[in-house]
């Protein structure tokens, strides 16, 4: 009896001792992925604006960012096409915040609606 459990536990020991080295390599497999991310990062993301005008009522209208590298623009609709190329995080942030936190600019694709904020040359009332 005794020599079998002494058997039985060397087996035990061999095949702890064997599962090692595969969880090494399943870690060093896991590191690499992140590099192609890097080359698709060509655009430059643009200062802040140097001019914008929120109109009244519209400062507390929500609309999402992507808080990436090199996003830069605000938008109304959170299906937008562009918005779904962030590599980021998505943030719902009132309009206000978007221009003067995130230094962002209207999205041509899907916030027109908004892009006299940034045009110093619009004509503008009082409210
Ligand atoms: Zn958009």
């Given at each position: 009896m005794k020599?079998?459990?002494?058997?039985?536990?060397?087996?035990?020991?061999?095949?702890l001792f064997a599962c090692q080295p595969t969880e090494q390599q399943q870690e060093t497999t896991v590191a690499n992925p992140q590099q192609?991310?890097?080359t698709i990062d060509t655009t430059q993301r643009r200062?802040?604006?140097?001019?914008?005008?929120?109109?009244?009522?519209?400062e507390r209208k929500r609309v999402w960012v992507?808080?990436?590298q090199r996003s830069d623009v605000f938008h109304v609709d959170n299906r937008c096409e562009v918005l779904l190329t962030c590599t980021g995080v998505y943030k719902n942030v009132s309009l206000q915040r978007?221009?003067?936190?995130?230094d962002r600019y209207h999205c041509e694709t899907c916030s027109q609606?908004?892009?006299?904020?940034?045009d110093q040359d619009k004509v503008r009332y009082d409210f």
């Open positions: 020599t079998r459990n002494i058997f039985a536990l060397a087996i035990v020991g061999i095949l192609p991310a890097i200062p802040a604006p140097d001019f914008y005008v929120i109109a009244p009522g519209t992507c808080d990436d978007a221009v003067e936190e995130y609606e908004y892009a006299d904020m940034f």
